[in-house]
């Protein structure tokens, strides 16, 4: 069994929260499509800070623009196969997750901001170089609000940020699936409409860097 970690915080004007759980899945193959949606793929290529991302961060923004492009069609080629192969996941959230993707229809995808990737690759990094407890706080101290507004960005912020032992579609798909999460408040960031613009940062992760860390940054339209 492999843990998976997933952490949320939100700044939105006025209020602040975090959520925090923890999930534990054999290892085993993930299933993937087959084929890959080139809409998706030109569309995050066409990103100016594109090129600027890892290979991990680079298939994250992936999956979440796949979702956001066609969430029903995200559901069927991607959600449904990973939920036969681990049905521990097949859980009331994988209910609520199918009719939440169906009501909320296509979304505009998400561009790149450059200050939110260069917060979020920096996050990333310390957390990992210094072997921290996964956290929203730098191992300085700073907090993930002075991060934002350090980057340009005063309000409408959110960060993502997981440890995981597999690949990145099951990191991703966890952070819709919010299991034990009442709040949901990954699947609400990923899908929600005002959010447009993020951030995204990984670095290999633990005593023998044979896991992940995830930090994603999002935030409203900035210009």
Same mark, same amino acid.
């Given at each position: 069994m492999r843990r +998976?970690?997933? $952490?949320?915080?939100?700044?939105?004007?006025?209020? &602040?929260?975090?959520?925090?759980? =923890?999930?534990?899945?054999?290892? %085993? @193959?993930?299933?993937?499509? $087959? !084929?890959?949606? &080139? &809409?998706?793929?030109?569309?995050?290529?066409?990103? @100016?800070? +594109? %090129?600027?991302? &890892?290979?991990?961060?680079?298939?994250?923004?992936?999956?979440?623009?796949?979702?956001?492009?066609?969430?029903e069609r995200f559901w069927d080629s991607v959600i449904a196969p990973v939920l036969v192969a681990f049905p521990a996941l097949n859980k009331a959230e994988a209910i609520s997750l199918r009719s939440d993707l169906i009501k909320t229809g296509k979304l505009s995808m998400f561009s790149l901001n450059t200050a939110l990737l260069t917060t979020a690759q920096q996050h990333a990094a310390d957390i990992s170089q210094k072997n921290a407890t996964p956290s929203h706080t730098s =191992?300085?101290? !700073?907090?993930?609000?002075?991060?934002? %507004?350090?980057?340009?960005? %005063? !309000?409408?912020?959110?960060?993502n940020i997981s440890v995981s032992s597999q690949n990145i579609l099951l990191s991703v798909l966890l952070l819709y699936l919010d299991i034990g999460l009442p709040e949901l408040g990954h699947r609400k960031s990923l899908l929600n409409p005002n959010l447009v613009e993020t951030g995204i940062g990984s670095a290999s992760y633990g005593k023998d860097k044979d896991q992940f860390f995830m930090v994603q940054d999002l935030a409203c339209s900035q210009q």
């Open positions: +998976f970690l997933i $952490f949320c915080f939100f700044i939105i004007p006025f209020i &602040s929260f975090s959520q925090f759980s =923890t999930i534990e899945l054999e290892v %085993k @193959p993930v299933p993937e499509p $087959f !084929t890959r949606d &080139s &809409s998706v793929d030109n569309w995050n290529r066409s990103l @100016p800070a +594109f %090129k600027k991302l &890892s290979i991990q961060s680079g298939e994250f923004l992936y999956w979440i623009n796949y979702c956001r492009s066609n969430p =191992t300085d101290g !700073t907090n993930f609000g002075t991060r934002m %507004k350090r980057a340009g960005i %005063k !309000t409408c912020a959110n960060e």
